[in-house]
Nanobody, 117 residues
Framework: QVQLVESGGGWVQPGGSLRLSCAAS????????VAWYRQAPGKQRELVAS???????NYDDSVKGRFTISRDNAKLTVYLQMNSLKPEDTALYYC???????????WGQGTQVTVSS
C-alpha cells in the first residue's frame, strides 16, 4: 500500500509561482512512474506532467515551458514547480503513482491551486 500526501497549494496572482510536493510512503516509489493531474470545477481530470523512475519527463502542451516536474528518490518525494501561473491553471492538483510491478494506481487527496488577481 502506498500513501501520497500533497502540499504546497494556495492562492497566487497571475504570473506568480508555486511549488507542489508529493510525499510518498514505501520504497516502491523509487521504481514507479509518478504524475501530477489536475481537475478544475466542471471539468475532467487531466494529466499535467509525469516522470519515470529514471527521470524522463512529459508535459501537457498547456504547461510546457512553465511547469517542471522532478523527483527526489531519497526523500520519496515528487515536485511540481509552477511558474508564470495563469487563471486557467486554477484546479485541484493530484499526485498519482503507478506501482511498477502491480500497475496499481494510487492517488493523493489533492491540493488546491488558485490563480487570480
Amino acid at each position: 500500500q502506498v500513501q501520497l500526501v500533497e502540499s504546497g497549494g494556495g492562492w497566487v496572482q497571475p504570473g506568480g509561482s508555486l511549488r507542489l510536493s508529493c510525499a510518498a510512503s514505501g520504497s516502491i516509489f523509487r521504481l514507479s512512474p509518478v504524475a501530477w493531474y489536475r481537475q478544475a470545477p466542471g471539468k475532467q481530470r487531466e494529466l499535467v506532467a509525469s516522470i519515470t523512475s529514471g527521470g524522463t519527463t512529459n508535459y501537457d502542451d498547456s504547461v510546457k515551458g512553465r511547469f517542471t516536474i522532478s523527483r527526489d528518490n531519497a526523500k520519496l518525494t515528487v515536485y511540481l514547480q509552477m511558474n508564470s501561473l495563469k487563471p486557467e491553471d486554477t484546479a485541484l492538483y493530484y499526485c498519482n503513482l503507478e506501482a511498477w510491478r502491480s500497475k496499481s494506481l494510487y492517488w493523493g487527496q489533492g491540493t488546491q491551486v488558485t490563480v487570480s488577481s
